[in-house]
Each structure stands twice: as structure tokens, then as C-alpha cells.
């Protein structure tokens, strides 16, 4: 019998511990695995029942994805051969590649939108975060409670009134528009999670600073902002998920000029039949983005998570 | 260095009056000790000089001028904190370097790293420079912030009870350190405790608050010698002051409700009978606490003496002070 303690589990323990962790990873895995596998698979393998866990991999879907094609004849054809290994794949089907999909540009939307609303939302949630935190404000009570009850609904019940807002407001289908959209909708978590981090700052650090010589932003942006990162960072990948998979907004406000990817990925299904691998791939390429973002930043996002658990 | 005056200050925080009509002055170059409980309002009153509370009513003036509307970065005055006044993302070096590196002195580097290494020397921190703030002991981190004072070259210094969280020996050392950097620099100083050694080996003058009212102040031996109240009496003093009814011993004069008696007021071999109830061997002095009709009293006795529980021993006061019902001193 060995050492008994309190805080050290036993071998037993872990392991139990270890393989229950490994078994819950995986289920919440495999969808995002089969969207990965998918992505990777021909339009039959993808619909094949049972459905093949092993299959030959092929770009086709990210091919289709990326390319608007159309079907020729066969003189047409036979007089052009493929050049390059894309074309090659196309031309299975009796098609060639006209030009590119639109999906790259509703990529790039997504960035804009998504990073910009982030960005906005954390910057303005931090000055608001602090001036909450520290400042005598009038009604200050109420005005939070007031910041918080924009989220006791869901947005789309207000989407009505945005929506002949943004038309009268020439807002409709733009990037500004969308932006600032997302930013009224994160920017309530954004002031309330992030005025939860400031009064965990001690005021003394300010004072210090003021006292050593430097004017309050200055105190602000030298020594508060340091210390409250991780809640910046939990709180900006908190928005950039909500503002990156906004969908319902997106498909009501958007269409040529400012769509983001997805209201775009599901219209990938109805071009000539179903074309499961390329939505597959589409949401593969569309998942990146978010999971560098957090992965980068995981080391922060742990301690921010936890944050007021437990006590220094 | 400069002179600090207050006058008539007062400050509340919603109903509670934390100072109320405050007048003080600091001399240049004066190290004044303010002292008294806990809610007396020591630490208000150095917030209200540094800037960062804003007084009622009253003026303040530092070298002359009323500083009402100034910012605490152009009051040029430094503050040691209690606690947390460390910059915990930044090293020892860049805490040090902060007050030097503000827009307002924008210090030369190579200054910086003379005067950095100087403080750094001073405090016995130097091997810890490029420590980060949060991987100190909790007296090095109080060094640092006495550091990150000293490095400036301000018009008083404010400090608010900076060894109070030290160890004895630390405490005893860095005692000495202060008050030789005070003397050396000529440096203003007002400095908050509740600590009577410090205040006693320190301090040019001190001052006592009570309740926001700062009720004397004056050099530490007119306080401990002279005190105007029994309360100020009880500040100052160790064992602390024998508080009696006026008839226990005779010869009280007309209304004094009070004898109080420090330990050396009160002469062995002579007088009123006492029974010893403890006796304390401290090493450099041994405590008797007594008894007298029912009424503990403490006071000293010679390092060696055989006195033991049950003894009894003659008691008579020389010097007393007497005070009124209200606490105040009449003789």
C-alpha cells in the first residue's frame, strides 16, 4: 500500500480520469471529423450507405468549391485537354472551369466582418468595461442592467426594424453595416465579461501610476490594460465566434456585395445536384480561421475562462 | 523638498466623516509621523495631499501653492502604498524606472540606469532587478515600492504604514535605512502608522488622529511626555499607559475622573500594596502585572528581579497625569 494523500489522485484515478477526457473529446469530434472527411471524399462516397470510414481521397470538393464549371461537348473537349491537375478532375464530369466561385470574396467578407466587429467590440467594451469599473456614473446600476437586457432576446426578434433601418440608412449589404451590427450585438457581453476582469484589477496600481507621474489613460492603457489580457482575449474570441458563425442577420441583410461564407456555403448544394463534399469543404475552410485564432491565443483563454474561480 | 500645509481640511465619504478640519504643517524637510487606529484617517489624509481624493473643503499647499486643482502627476509628490503597489507585469528594473520614464520627468536612459542602480543598491534589491515584481518576497516587494519612491526627487514624500507587513527584523532594519535616507536626502516626509517604535525613532514630529480630528501634534517626546488626552496618552507607549480611577492613589486634584500612570510613573517599595499576578522576562526588561483593589496594572521592574506570582509588592505614582471625565488632561 503506498502513500495515501489528499491531493495527489491515484494511478487509478488518472487513468479513469484520462480515458473518460479521451472518450468525451471524441464525440464531441466527430462531426467535425466527417465535415473534415467529407470535404476529402467524392459526391458518391459521401452519400454511400453505410458510410465508408476508409475511401480514396480527392480534391474534387475543394475543386468544386473553389470554381464555377459547365458542361461542353464532346468536340469541345477533345480539342482542349486539360492542363492542369484541377482541370483534370473537372473533366470526369464533362465539365470545364468557366472561373472562380464567389467563395473566396465571401471568405474574405467573413474576415472583414468578423475581425472588424471584434475588434470594434472589444476596444469599445474595454473603455466602457473600465469606466463602469471605476468611475461614479449616474445610474450606473441601471444603465448596466439596461446594456444587458439588449441580450434577453434573440436578435432576430429585432430584425424587422434593422432591417428598414439599414435600408433607410443605406446600410443594407455593406461591410460598415455589418460590422457595426455585430458590434451592438457582442458589445453587451463584451462590456459586462470584460467589467468582471477590471474589478479584479486593484485600483492601487492606478493610483500608484498617477501618483508616479502619468495622466489617467495613460495609467490606463500602461498598467490596467497589461493586466487585463486574458479577459480582452477571452472576450474577443468569444465575440469573433459569434460575430464569424452569425448566419441569420447575414442571409437577411447580405446578398452580392457584403455576404459572409455562411449564408454562401449552403447555397453550394443547389448547383447541379447535391454536392456534399464542397459544403464540406467549404465549412472545413470555414472552421480554420476561428480554431488559429483560439489556438494562438489558448494560453490566455484557460485563465480567462476560469476567471473569479479561483482566488489569487 | 518642500513645506506641506494643510488647512481646515475635511473629507466624507457618504455620511461617515473620515477628516474632519484638519490643520498640519509640514516642515520642509521634517519627518512627521501620523498615527492612530484603524478609521482615524491617516490614510485619507495622505490621499487627499497625493491627489487622488479630493477634499470637501480646506486648502492644501505644497511649497506654497494651493494644489486643489491639480492632478496628482503634477502635485510632484511620491506615495508608498500599504500594499499591491507593485506593476506585476513589469521587472524590479522597469517598477524602479516607472516614475522616471512618466511624461512628465522623461528621464534620460542612462540617468534612469544610474539612479535604478543607486536605489537598487540602497534597498539590497540589486540581484533582483530583472526579477519579475510577482516572484518577490513580500519584503522585497515593500523595498521596491519604497524604491520606485525614492527614485524621484519629489516635493514630500507619502508614505502609508510601508513596513507594516515586513517581518520584525526587516522591519528594524529598514527603519534605520529610512530615517538615514530621509536625513541624507533632507527629504519631507509624512508617514503613516499605527507602529509607536516607529513613530518614537523616527519621526521630527508626529501626530495623532482621532476620528478624523487630529487632536495633537508635536514633536514625539512632548506627545509621550505631554499628551493632552488620555487618548492621545494610550497612542504612544510600551506597556501601555495604566488607566485608574483618580482615587485609587491619593492626591488627585479636583475633577480628575482618570490616573494615568506609564509604567515608569510608578515607584516600587513604597505606597499601596499590590499583588503580582504574572511576571513577563523579555529579555531587556521584565513586565509585572499587578493587581490593586480588583484594577490590572502593568509596569517594569529590574531584568533580574525574583518576584513571583502571589508576591506582593508596594506601589506609588511619581509624575502622574491626570485626566477629566471627558479624557482631557487637567494636570
Known amino acids: 500500500m503506498s502513500a495515501y494523500s489528499v491531493t495527489e489522485p491515484t494511478p487509478r484515478a488518472k487513468w479513469a480520469a484520462g480515458i473518460l477526457v479521451a472518450l468525451y473529446a471524441l464525440i464531441t469530434m466527430i462531426p467535425l471529423l466527417w465535415i473534415i472527411a467529407t470535404g476529402f471524399k467524392s459526391p458518391a462516397d459521401a452519400i454511400s450507405y453505410p458510410p465508408k470510414v476508409v475511401f480514396d481521397p480527392t480534391l474534387e470538393g475543394y475543386v468544386n468549391l473553389f470554381t464555377t464549371r459547365t458542361r461542353q461537348t464532346d468536340e469541345f473537349l477533345a480539342a482542349n485537354p486539360p492542363e492542369t491537375w484541377y482541370e483534370e478532375i473537372v473533366r470526369q464530369y464533362d465539365m470545364v472551369i468557366v472561373g472562380p466561385s464567389r467563395y473566396g ?208 | 523638498m518642500s513645506e506641506v500645509v494643510l488647512s481646515g481640511v475635511s473629507k466624507a465619504f457618504r455620511k461617515t466623516v473620515a477628516v474632519n478640519d484638519v490643520s498640519l504643517t509640514v516642515p520642509d524637510g521634517a519627518f512627521v509621523v501620523l498615527l492612530g487606529p484603524t478609521g482615524a484617517g491617516k490614510t485619507t489624509t495622505l490621499r487627499l495631499i497625493s491627489g487622488l481624493d479630493a477634499p470637501d473643503s480646506g486648502d492644501i499647499l505644497i511649497g506654497g501653492r494651493s494644489v486643489l486643482g491639480e492632478t496628482p502627476a503634477q502635485r510632484n509628490v511620491a506615495m508608498v502604498f500599504q500594499q499591491y503597489s507593485l506593476y506585476p507585469h513589469m521587472s524590479v528594473r522597469e517598477n524602479l524606472a516607472f516614475p522616471l520614464r512618466s511624461p512628465i520627468l522623461k528621464t534620460p536612459e542612462a540617468e534612469i540606469t544610474r539612479k535604478v542602480g543607486e536605489i537598487a543598491e540602497v534597498l539590497h534589491i540589486a540581484h533582483k532587478l530583472d526579477n519579475k515584481a510577482t516572484a518577490l518576497s513580500g519584503g522585497e516587494m515593500q523595498r521596491v515600492s519604497i524604491g520606485r519612491a525614492l527614485v524621484r526627487d519629489p516635493d514630500i514624500f507619502l508614505m502609508d504604514e510601508p513596513l507594516s507587513s515586513l517581518d520584525a527584523k526587516l522591519r528594524a532594519d529598514l527603519r534605520v535605512e529610512l530615517k538615514r535616507i530621509q536625513a541624507d536626502l533632507g527629504a519631507t516626509l509624512l508617514y503613516v502608522t499605527h507602529d509607536q517604535i516607529e513613530a518614537m525613532t523616527m519621526a521630527t514630529h508626529v501626530g495623532v488622529l482621532d476620528e478624523g480630528r487630529l487632536v495633537q501634534f508635536g514633536p514625539p517626546r512632548e506627545i509621550y511626555e505631554n499628551p493632552v488626552s488620555l487618548y492621545v496618552a494610550g497612542r504612544l507607549g510600551l506597556p501601555r499607559i495604566n488607566a485608574l480611577p483618580a482615587d485609587l492613589f491619593p492626591g488627585a486634584p479636583g475633577g480628575a475622573k482618570t490616573i494615568g500612570l506609564r509604567p515608569e510613573h510608578l515607584v516600587q517599595g513604597d505606597g499601596r500594596e499590590s499583588r503580582v499576578v504574572r511576571v513577563e522576562h523579555l529579555g531587556d526588561q521584565t513586565r509585572l502585572h499587578l493587581t490593586l483593589d480588583g484594577h490590572d496594572i502593568v509596569t517594569l521592574t529590574d531584568v533580574h528581579s525574583r518576584l513571583a506570582p502571589g508576591d506582593t509588592v508596594a506601589i506609588a505614582p511619581k509624575n502622574p497625569l491626570y485626566f477629566d471625565a471627558s479624557g482631557t488632561r487637567i494636570a
Open chain 1, 105 to 312: 470574396e465571401r471568405f474574405m467578407n467573413s474576415i472583414i466582418i468578423g475581425f472588424g466587429s471584434t475588434f470594434l467590440s472589444v476596444f469599445l467594451g474595454t473603455l466602457a468595461a473600465y469606466a463602469f469599473s471605476r468611475f461614479k456614473i449616474p445610474l450606473k446600476d441601471d444603465l448596466l442592467f439596461f446594456v444587458l437586457s439588449t441580450r434577453m432576446m434573440p436578435p432576430i426578434a429585432v430584425a424587422i426594424p434593422i432591417f428598414l433601418m439599414f435600408r433607410s440608412l443605406g446600410l443594407s449589404d455593406t461591410h460598415a453595416g455589418m460590422i457595426l451590427l455585430y458590434t451592438a450585438v457582442n458589445l453587451s457581453l463584451a462590456v459586462w465579461l470584460l467589467k468582471g476582469f477590471m474589478d479584479e484589477i486593484p485600483r492601487e496600481y492606478e493610483e500608484a501610476a498617477l501618483i508616479d507621474g502619468y495622466t489617467r489613460f495613460q495609467a490606463f492603457y500602461k498598467v490596467v490594460l497589461p493586466q487585463a489580457t486574458t479577459g480582452i482575449v477571452a472576450t474577443a474570441i468569444f465575440c469573433l465566434i459569434f460575430a464569424w458563425n452569425e448566419y441569420a442577420f447575414a442571409v437577411l441583410l447580405t446578398s452580392g456585395n457584403a455576404q459572409t461564407a455562411p449564408p454562401f456555403i449552403p447555397t453550394i448544394i443547389g448547383v447541379g445536384g447535391q454536392d456534399w463534399p464542397a459544403v464540406a469543404a467549404g465549412a472545413t475552410l470555414f472552421l480554420l480561421p476561428v480554431l488559429v485564432f483560439t489556438v494562438l491565443l489558448r494560453k490566455h483563454l484557460l485563465r480567462g475562462i476560469t476567471f473569479g474561480a479561483v482566488r489569487k
